[in-house]
C-alpha cells in the first residue's frame, strides 16, 4: 500500500540521509560513500541479499566508492513500507562500515 503524505513525512524524519522526491509516484534516496571500490561493492552485495529475500529491489548505481540509491515500489506508483524498511536496513547495515560516509 502507497503512504500517505503524512504518514511519509513521519517515516522520512526518521530517516537520516534520506530524501524524498514527487517523480514517479514517489521516492527516496540516498548517496552512500565509503573507503574504497570494496567496502562499496561490498554493501551491494551485502544489500542484494536482504533485497532479494524482501522481494524489493533498490534502483542503485555505483562509481567507485559511492553508492547512490533510489527507492521506490513499482506495484503501488510510490513509496510504501517496504522502501521505509529498506532504507532503515540500508541506513543500519551502512553503519557498520568503517570510514563510511553518508
Not at 524524498?20 to 554493501?43: I, M, P
Not at 551485502?46 to 533498490?58: F, S, T
Request: proline share 2%; net charge neutral.
Amino acid at each position: 500500500m502507497k503512504l500517505g503524505a503524512g504518514e511519509l513525512a513521519a517515516q522520512l524524519s526518521m530517516l537520516d540521509g534520506w530524501t524524498h522526491a514527487a517523480v514517479r509516484g514517489g521516492t527516496l534516496s540516498k548517496e552512500f560513500r565509503f573507503e574504497d571500490f570494496n567496502q562499496a561493492f561490498g554493501f551491494m552485495t551485502q544489500m542484494a541479499l536482504h533485497a532479494e529475500r524482501m522481494n524489493h529491489h533498490p534502483e542503485w548505481f555505483n562509481v567507485y566508492n559511492r553508492v547512490s540509491v533510489t527507492l521506490t515500489t513499482h506495484d503501488v506508483d510510490g513509496i510504501s513500507a517496504k522502501d521505509i524498511e529498506m532504507a532503515r536496513l540500508m541506513n543500519r547495515i551502512f553503519a557498520t562500515k568503517p570510514g563510511a560516509q553518508a
